[in-house]
């Protein structure tokens, strides 16, 4: 079993993602950008922790990938910001499910919206973590090719 700990939005809160690191114990960490500096303070902490990411709109000169393909326990996972998709819109979020889809994902991560979001369809799951500047956060378990996903929050930190 694999334990992940997917965040979004961190903008500088360090804080929080040293707190949810802490509470959740992760095996792996996915973070969907708009706050790829604050990653140095979860390294420093936990340094065999394994962090995967993706760059933001508010990651400037950063040379993390926009989106990224990548599997966990044999489960594909596409994840991006979702500025490029518009996802601050039902027709941004079908062209991120598509975009999925068309690259065998069982599993889309997305941020932007500061807003948690956790839909199932299809055999999909379409996750947005919320902003872990707020607080909020996800956790997602995938064991022998099964999905999990729970939307979680520190509270205001």
């Not at 993602?17 to 973070?31: N, Q, Y």
């Not at 969907?32 to 709109?57: C, H, K, M, S, W």
């Not at 601050?88 to 994902?105: F, H, N, P, V």
């Not at 055999?123 to 973590?129: K, R, T, Y």
Request: with cysteine; glycine share 12%; aromatic share 6%.
């Amino acid at each position: 079993m694999k334990r992940v700990l997917v965040c979004s939005d961190s903008h500088g809160n360090e804080r929080a993602l040293l707190a949810a690191a802490e509470a959740e114990r992760p095996d792996l960490l996915l973070h969907l950008g708009d706050g790829e500096r604050d990653l140095d303070a979860l390294r420093g902490a936990y340094p065999d922790l394994e962090i995967r990411g993706v760059r933001g709109n508010c990651d400037w000169g950063s040379a993390a990938p926009l989106l990224r393909l990548t599997e966990v326990e044999g489960v594909r996972v596409f994840m991006t910001h979702g500025h490029e998709y518009g996802v601050k819109w039902d027709a941004g979020l079908l062209r991120l499910r598509y975009a999925a889809l068309e690259r065998g994902a069982r599993l889309a991560l997305y941020g932007h919206t500061h807003s948690q979001r956790l839909e199932r369809e299809d055999g999909m799951i379409l996750l947005n973590p919320g902003a872990l500047g707020c607080g909020c956060y996800a956790i997602v378990t995938v064991e022998d090719g099964k999905v999990e996903a729970e939307l979680r929050s520190l509270g205001r930190i």
